[in-house]
């Protein structure tokens, strides 16, 4: 779950898997122009990204295999900290390829211009309704949606509305919008649900009633939620993602077939993550075949149950624990990018105020 379960240690993999992938073999010749020449071979790339990055090894090693390219993989917290961190350091850049900027951050990192534009080949296998940018600066890998969770065992939610209510104090856990690209997701969505005149209601009554904020996914999931990996929290309702209940049912000891985890299909937002090539890299060619493997379907593939979400590719299969137990809500949110754009940094400094101060 972008947000399950870290399964990977921070600092350092070696590399990846073209080789597995059965894309067309027009795709496998472009893809051999950036990947299979000399050029590349022996190269390292340093991939920044959030906690949450996740990929089977073996898939990572035959990209490795074919290329000749080693990946180093840098990740920084929530994605949200990664991007802001990216930002301070452009001007000398932490790596090669970012991955994890979404669409509630996504015009903050184009307009700090930390992004050499890249047309993937595979990119026509995609659904093109995630290709958010006209200049191909960023290329979508991934969608699922940012939704309330509750534990089962312990009560129901309903919606949003829910949440103020007496039998809810001291309940819910969030995560912090102004750090986290979740707790944005899920503040961009009571705006749209609520109104722009509304909202801070909706979270000074959320504040009234015990409301808990984390610094990030990892945090209010693993530590704060009562079916966190870590066993301990007190909290019977956090907000995380459509997916957190195959996420649930695969990590338990042992594995279950169904879910303890709920999912609120109310308020829900779509998001969706990107990978892009980091101005000012040397390695380039190497850079465009690592995005190249992350649009294969041996990587997309695998993302469902590593990284709980749902793969681009038209053409990728789901595995069968995700297809039961996943929700997908009919009806997520619809907030323009031109408005998060222009609003973005005042609903998180109002917010700040409201919920923080």
């Keep these: 779950m972008r947000r399950v379960i870290a399964l990977l240690v ?43 990055f996740a990929v089977t090894d073996s898939v990572l090693k035959a990209f490795s295999d074919r290329t000749g390219i080693t990946v180093n993989v840098v990740k920084g917290g929530d994605a949200g900290a990664v ?49 958010l940018d006209a200049q191909h600066r960023i290329t979508p890998v991934d969608e699922s949606d940012v939704c309330v969770n509750y534990d089962k065992r312990a009560t129901t939610v309903s919606s949003l509305d829910d949440l103020r209510k007496p ?66 929290g007190s909290r019977s309702v956090v907000v995380s993602y459509a997916t957190s209940p195959p996420a649930d049912a695969l990590f338990a000891t042992p594995p279950k077939t169904t879910s303890d985890v709920g999912s609120v299909d109310d308020g829900c937002f779509r998001q969706i993550e990107f990978v892009g090539v980091l101005k000012g890299t040397s390695h380039s060619a190497a850079a465009h075949a690592f995005i190249d493997f992350m649009l294969s379907k041996a990587f997309q593939e695998d993302m469902p149950e590593q ?35 222009a609003n973005r940094e005042k609903w998180i400094r109002d917010w700040t105020a409201a919920v923080l101060g």
């Excluded at 994890?100 to 595979?122: M, Q």
């Excluded at 104090?169 to 005149?197: I, Q």
């Excluded at 749902?310 to 990018?337: C, G, I, M, N």
Aim: net charge negative; proline share 5%; charged share 20%.
């Design 83 to 131: 991007v802001n961190q990216a930002i301070l350091t452009k001007d000398h850049p932490q790596g090669d390829v970012l991955y994890g900027i979404d669409n509630t951050l996504l015009s903050k990192g184009l307009d700090a211009g930390l992004f050499d534009p890249y047309v993937s080949p595979s990119l026509s296998s995609t659904d093109r309704t995630f290709d």
């Design 167 to 232: 039998e809810f104090k001291d309940k819910l856990v969030v995560e912090n919008p102004a750090t986290s690209s979740t707790g944005l997701a899920f503040l961009v969505a009571t705006v749209a649900k609520f109104g722009e005149d509304h909202y801070l209601d909706y979270w000074r009554a959320l504040k009234a009633n015990g409301v808990k904020v984390d610094d990030g996914w990892d945090q209010a999931y693993n530590n704060d939620f009562t079916l966190g990996s870590g066993g301990t």
């Design 10 to 52: 921070a600092v350092g993999l070696g590399a990846s898997a073209i080789g597995c992938s059965s894309d067309t073999k027009p795709r496998a010749q472009a893809s051999q122009s950036a990947s299979g020449s000399e050029s590349v071979r022996g190269q390292t790339i340093t991939l920044v990204t959030h906690d949450a």
């Design 307 to 341: 990284m709980f979400v749902y793969p681009v590719r038209t053409d990728a299969a789901l595995p069968e624990l995700f297809t039961s137990l996943a929700a997908k809500p009919a009806h997520p949110v619809d907030v323009p990018q031109d408005q998060i754009s």
